[in-house]
Structures are given as structure tokens and as C-alpha cells.
């Protein structure tokens, strides 16, 4: 079950947790046309600071923009009240969930003067994949289920619907006993996790799948990032299931998920069934960073 915190930021208005409600003819729980962001929060030596809070409120306008939906509010309120949200909850960890729905209005599929309307909720969020998949890694399970073509959903944005293809791995994943699902795009090379970007890494190159059916994850281009300064040699190229199966390293990429190591794909171990040595830098970079205790990388956190 969620953790709860206290209060809820509705449409420019705190309200309690229990009454953040909605009525049951709101336009995007019938057809699923809202879009979302998940960021965190982490505490750090100079207190509690977002990770990179500006690319994830870029990221959801540009999901506003696809699906031409229009919030009567600018990022920069978004951001600050984002920001409120965290405080007046007293958290100083946690994960925040901005979401722009289609109110209550109007019905059918047209959604003609529905109502924009924009929540952020708070709460203690830990490891999305358990502390023992951080520490010792996850089963990963190729799913049955496809990823979104591109023409058929608009991938660049995190929109509510989209995620019942998750879903449908997710929950087929941990029915055959993973604990996750790894998605392949419809020409059939890897595309990515129900919520995450993945990477693996071979002979010291670290590769991850192109931006197509895949989300811009911020978690992935921060990856990106680091290995770069680091002078890891990354591709963004395709690759197929197999070529996961022989890598040397394989983990996760996503806020919830942070960064998770991969130790088995479809019942194959993946290199030594422990994190390799380019996860574990990783892995240690990325915590060090989000904790504030990386300088060169401080303008990724906004401190609250
Ligand atoms: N792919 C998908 C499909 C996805 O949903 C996420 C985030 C990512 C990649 C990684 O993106 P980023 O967080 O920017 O690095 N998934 C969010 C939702 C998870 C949930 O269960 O809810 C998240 O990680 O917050």
C-alpha cells in the first residue's frame, strides 16, 4: 500500500490526502488521455533536493504538447508547487507524481472543452525493485507483449493510457515468477522495461537502445552523461534478445528504479549473476550525485 502524506497540490489548492478526489465521469479515467510525471526528492547534506526537477517538468509540458492538452498553469508554477508540495508535507524523501487529467465535462471520445486540470501528490517512496533487487539485482522475463509502435502511440510522452501496455508485462512478468518485463518494439529488438530504460554493457562498451518506442528517460540521458565523463564508450544503437543474454552487464534505468543491475534474463545469468564493474561505478555515481555529494554534478539538484 502507498504511504500517505497529508496534503495533495489540486489545480492551485493544497488539499487533505482523503479528499483529492475526483468525479467518476473524469474524461481521461474512461479513455485514459492524461499525461504524468514521476521525479524525486532526495535528502542530502544541505538538506532535501529534486532530481533534475526542470528536465521532468520540461518533459511533461512536452507530453501536454503532444496530446494537446493545455494547463492553465506555466512550468514554473508546476515547479514551485512542486517544490510547496514537498514542504508543507515535511518529507525529506520522497517520490512526487504531477498529473494532468481531463476533468469532468464532457463524455465520448471527442474531448471537446473537457476540463484541464493538474495534480501533484508526495509520499515516501522507497526501492521501486526492492532493496534487494539495488543491492543483488533482478530476474528480468522478455515479454509477450510488444511495445507501443510509434505511430500508433505518441512514445515521447508519458501519457496515463499507455501505461496498461506496462501493465499487461508487468503483471505477466511476476505471474511467471520475474520481477520485471523487458519489452521488445515492433520490428523485435529490445525496447525497454514496463518503467525503465535499459542498458548492457559488452567488452567495456555500454550500449542502450535508441530513442524510438522508447521514453526520453532522464535516468538514461543522466546515465548517458555520467559514463561520458567517466570516458565509458556508450552507443545508442539497437540490439536483439540475445545479445542481452551474452552480455557482461545488464541494468535498469528510471526514477522509481533508480539504477537496478539485471543478474538473469529468461533464465540465463547474466555475466557473473552479480553487478559488474561498469554498473557498480554507475550505481555509485548515480547515489553519490543524487545525495549530493558530487560536486561537478550540483546543477542537476534543486535544493528545496
Ligand atoms: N520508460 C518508461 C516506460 C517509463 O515509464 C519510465 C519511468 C522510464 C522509461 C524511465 O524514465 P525516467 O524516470 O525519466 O528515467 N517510469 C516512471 C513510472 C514508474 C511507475 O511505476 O509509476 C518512474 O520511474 O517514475
Not at 93 to 102: A, F, G, K, S, W
Request: hydrophobic share 40%; charged share 25%.
Amino acid at each position: 500500500m502507498i504511504k500517505e502524506s497529508k496534503k495533495i497540490w489540486m489545480n492551485g489548492k493544497f488539499v487533505d490526502w482523503h479528499q483529492a478526489n475526483v468525479h467518476i465521469l473524469t474524461h481521461t479515467l474512461h479513455y485514459g488521455l492524461g499525461v504524468f510525471e514521476g521525479i524525486r526528492c532526495y535528502k542530502t547534506q544541505k538538506g532535501s533536493a529534486v532530481f533534475r526537477l526542470k528536465e521532468h517538468v520540461n518533459r511533461l509540458f512536452n507530453s501536454c504538447h503532444i496530446m494537446q492538452i493545455t494547463p492553465e498553469f506555466q512550468p514554473d508554477k508546476i515547479s514551485r508547487a512542486i517544490i510547496e508540495s514537498i514542504k508543507i508535507n515535511r518529507l525529506d524523501e520522497c517520490y512526487i507524481r504531477p498529473l494532468v487529467y481531463l476533468g469532468y465535462g464532457v463524455m465520448g471520445i471527442y474531448p471537446k472543452d473537457s476540463p484541464v486540470k493538474v495534480a501533484i501528490a508526495v509520499w515516501p517512496w522507497g526501492a521501486y525493485l526492492g532493496e534487494e533487487g539495488i543491492k543483488n539485482g533482478i530476474r528480468l522475463k522478455i515479454s509477450s507483449f510488444t511495445r507501443h509502435h510509434v505511430n500508433v502511440s505518441m512514445t515521447k510522452s508519458k501519457t496515463c493510457g499507455d501505461y496498461v501496455n506496462s501493465i499487461l508485462a508487468k503483471r505477466e512478468a511476476v505471474f511467471c515468477g520475474y520481477d520485471e518485463a523487458l519489452l521488445l518494439d515492433t520490428a523485435g529488438y529490445v525496447a525497454e522495461g514496463s518503467g525503465q530504460n535499459i542498458f548492457i554493457v559488452r567488452n567495456g562498451v555500454l550500449k542502450t537502445t535508441p530513442l524510438t518506442s522508447v521514453l526520453e528517460g532522464i535516468t538514461r540521458n543522466s546515465v548517458i552523461a555520467m559514463a561520458q565523463r567517466e570516458k565509458i564508450p556508450v552507443k545508442e544503437v539497437n540490439f536483439s534478445r540475445d545479445e542481452v543474454y551474452i552480455a557482461d552487464e545488464v541494468f535498469l534505468t528510471g526514477t522509481a528504479a533508480e539504477i537496478t543491475h539485471v543478474r538473469e534474463v529468461d533464465g540465463r545469468i547474466i555475466g557473473k549473476g552479480k553487478p559488474g564493474p561498469v554498473t557498480k561505478k554507475l550505481q555509485d555515481l548515480f547515489f553519490n550525485i543524487v545525495k549530493g555529494r558530487n560536486k561537478s554534478y550540483k546543477s542537476w539538484l534543486t535544493y528545496i
